[in-house]
């Protein structure tokens, strides 16, 4: 059974920090990129409701939504089974539910973490 649980939001206040860690199991987990979304409260446009902030390939390559750049960074412990996302400098338009995902012709998540920036 896989299971991605995620772990570390909370509430904040703006220029903050928080890291967020995602425990895998039942996976191969050095053979998966991955990913962290996000859904803002009230996004419902179907299709679009969730946002990628983050990715990290097998290799340790990464990619970041450009409205995170420079203030957030993914990192993941093959070891451990289990990736990062370091937030920085948090901003209210931060706020969301944050998940992990993982992604290698199947395609996981986890049940999500709730983020919580105040000005």
């Known amino acids: 059974q896989v299971q991605l649980v995620e772990s570390g939001g909370g509430s904040v206040q703006s220029a903050g920090s928080l890291t967020l860690s995602c425990a895998a199991s039942g996976i191969i987990f050095s053979w998966y990129t991955m990913n962290w979304y996000c859904q803002a409260p009230g996004r419902q446009v179907p299709g679009e409701e969730r946002?990628?902030?983050?990715?990290?390939?097998?290799?340790?390559?990464?990619n970041y939504a450009d409205s995170v750049k420079g203030r957030f960074t993914i990192s993941r412990d093959n070891a451990k089974n289990t990736v990062y996302l370091q937030m920085h400098s948090l901003k209210p338009e931060d706020t969301a539910v944050y998940y992990c995902?993982?992604?290698?012709?199947?395609?996981?998540w986890g049940q999500g973490t709730q983020v919580t920036v105040s000005s």
């Open positions: 995902n993982a992604k290698h012709g199947n395609n996981y």
């Open positions: 946002e990628l902030v983050a990715k990290i390939s097998p290799g340790g390559s990464t």
